[in-house]
């Protein structure tokens, strides 16, 4: 059914996007947005999912050992199309596996094919038996309700979020032609609407390599010269102290 299928995405969706959170905010020490979408969904972990539900009938049957290697192929085979596709389209490196061993073209990497396969393991034996009986003991009104708000909002998001893009694309191209005269506070001004794809993907692969590299660099000046105009404003007497010392 239509509504089960939504709800099912979206749980799953949301729930792959307090993992990405909670790993990469640890890792970088700072809380991040892992996700193309600007609101908490991360679709690749919905679409995982729900490819394990409707192969469910295909592996019911067969060891352990052989429906592992199944969910290893399921997500192998989904995060390439995925990384090829916001490459191809958006021109936007999601990640980077080049300095894993085992990677092909930076998309997938054996490592996490083998831990994509481990949580395929838990998700179809452990946890999606009691979140379909959950889903299935919610009044249907309810569901409905809540898969029509669901989808409405993905949709929109997904709109936001690619307009979005295209928009850092031509903001990259005009910047590179102003790059000499363009002032810190406009260009601050001018970037605010980037500043979490730029902070959640420092690495992306941008089509205009070496006008994103302008970019980080006026970036990075911009935010050093925050940082001195906010010491000043709260150290206002260290500039005269370091000048009574010369």
């Known amino acids: 059914m239509l509504t089960d299928f939504i709800l099912t995405f979206s749980i799953y969706a949301f729930a792959g996007w307090v993992m990405e959170t909670l790993y990469r905010s640890s890792n970088q020490r700072r809380l991040v947005n892992p996700g193309f979408l600007s609101g908490p969904f991360l679709p690749i972990y919905g679409f995982f999912s729900t490819l394990v539900i409707w192969?469910?009938?295909?592996?019911?049957?067969?060891?352990?050992?052989?429906q592992f290697l199944w969910f290893v192929f399921l997500s192998t085979l989904l995060e390439y199309v995925a990384g090829w596709f916001f490459e191809r389209f958006y021109h936007l490196q999601l990640w980077d596996y080049h300095s894993i061993p085992f990677n092909l073209q930076g998309r997938i990497a054996l490592p996490f094919s083998l831990i994509w396969g481990g949580l395929?393991?838990?998700f179809y034996h452990i946890i999606n038996p009691t979140v379909q009986l959950q889903i299935q003991l919610t009044p249907f009104p309810v569901r409905t309700a809540f898969a029509l708000?669901?989808?409405?909002y993905v949709i929109w998001d997904l709109i936001h979020s690619s307009l979005l893009l295209r928009r850092l694309e031509h903001f990259v191209t005009a910047f590179q032609e102003r790059y000499e005269r363009l002032e810190l506070p406009t260009f601050h001004i001018a970037c605010s609407p980037?500043?979490?794809?730029l902070h959640?993907?420092?690495?992306m692969r941008h089509t205009l390599h070496e006008k994103m590299a302008l970019l980080y660099a006026k970036q990075e000046a911009m935010e050093h010269f925050l940082?001195?105009?906010?010491?000043k404003f709260y150290n206002p007497d260290s500039e005269n102290n370091t000048h009574?010392?010369?």
Do not use: A, C, H
């Not at 940082?227 to 010491?231: A, F, P, S, V």
């Open 194 to 197: 980037f500043y979490r794809l």
């Open 55 to 66: 192969t469910s009938e295909l592996i019911s049957g067969v060891s352990l050992p052989l």
């Open 227 to 231: 940082k001195l105009q906010r010491n």
């Open 200 to 203: 959640t993907y420092p690495k």
């Open 120 to 122: 395929g393991l838990v």
């Open 244 to 246: 009574s010392l010369d």
């Open 149 to 152: 708000i669901m989808s409405v």
